[in-house]
């Protein structure tokens, strides 16, 4: 057996203690900015969504639940994305407040006209500064993952982003189901735009 590897017991109390954390994030979230964000997806036209690394798997995550309700959905760099203009909207997670090519594409954006919402950890970061809308994820991400926070919750058991990357999949299923009752799309009618290529 490998000793360098934790127990059951330790193992159980880094689940709880994860669990936890996640659930303090939400405890802080602002609802509020939540629900406008959810108002500002149901509104748009065309919806392009980006990240980068484990941010953008999540993003990926939540651009397939939007096309399963029915919107016009489509990720950042994929053959198929569509052009952006009046009307549209493009979200971007930017965690730790900035990315090069966050900002290039928020730039590309807003000069074809569409609205532009970053999904942060960073609400003072450069991608905020320059986004429409704002939604605060308030999780550690590499930005400040070496120190305890300034509201006093400590390092995160998890490593670097991966509390920001959690909270995002569950945020952003959440907002699926608002988004979900908000525009009256049943179940049964996500269930049907869900591939059968598989």
């Not at 609802?31 to 484990?54: K, N, P």
């Not at 532009?116 to 930005?143: S, Y």
């Not at 959690?166 to 525009?183: D, N, P, T």
């Given at each position: 057996?490998?000793?360098?590897?934790?127990?059951?017991e330790e193992?159980?109390?880094?689940?709880?203690?994860?669990?936890?954390?996640?659930?303090?994030?939400?405890?802080?979230?602002?609802?509020?900015?939540?629900?406008?964000?959810?108002?500002?997806?149901?509104?748009?036209?065309?919806?392009?969504?980006?990240?980068?690394?484990?941010?953008?798997?999540?993003?990926?995550?939540?651009?397939?639940?939007?096309?399963?309700?029915?919107?016009?959905?489509?990720?950042?760099?994929?053959?198929?994305?569509?052009?952006?203009?009046?009307?549209?909207?493009?979200?971007?997670?930017?965690?730790?407040?900035?990315?090069?090519?966050?900002?290039?594409?928020?730039?590309e954006a807003?000069?074809?006209?569409?609205?532009?919402?970053?999904?942060?950890?960073?609400?003072?970061?450069?991608?905020?500064?320059?986004?429409?809308?704002?939604?605060?994820?308030?999780?550690?991400?590499?930005?400040?993952?070496?120190?305890?926070?300034?509201?006093?919750?400590?390092?995160?058991?998890?490593?670097?982003?991966?509390l920001y990357?959690?909270?995002?999949?569950?945020?952003?299923?959440?907002?699926?189901?608002?988004?979900?009752?908000?525009?009256?799309?049943?179940?049964?009618?996500?269930?049907?735009?869900?591939?059968?290529?598989?």
């Amino acid at each position: 057996m490998d000793e360098t590897c934790p127990g059951e017991e330790e193992t159980l109390k880094l689940y709880d203690q994860a669990l936890a954390e996640l659930g303090a994030v939400f405890e802080r979230i602002d609802e509020q900015t939540v629900d406008a964000a959810v108002a500002v997806i149901a509104d748009a036209g065309r919806i392009a969504l980006y990240g980068v690394g484990r941010e953008g798997l999540q993003v990926k995550g939540f651009a397939m639940r939007l096309y399963h309700l029915g919107l016009k959905a489509a990720v950042v760099g994929d053959m198929t994305t569509p052009p952006v203009g009046e009307g549209d909207l493009l979200v971007v997670s930017a965690g730790p407040g900035s990315f090069s090519t966050v900002l290039g594409l928020m730039g590309e954006a807003k000069a074809a006209g569409a609205k532009t919402l970053v999904i942060t950890a960073q609400p003072n970061g450069e991608a905020a500064k320059r986004a429409d809308h704002v939604l605060t994820i308030p999780a550690q991400t590499m930005a400040d993952d070496l120190e305890p926070d300034d509201v006093g919750t400590g390092v995160s058991v998890l490593p670097m982003g991966s509390l920001y990357e959690g909270a995002q999949y569950i945020l952003f299923e959440v907002m699926i189901l608002k988004l979900r009752e908000r525009l009256g799309i049943t179940p049964e009618a996500m269930r049907a735009n869900h591939t059968n290529l598989e």
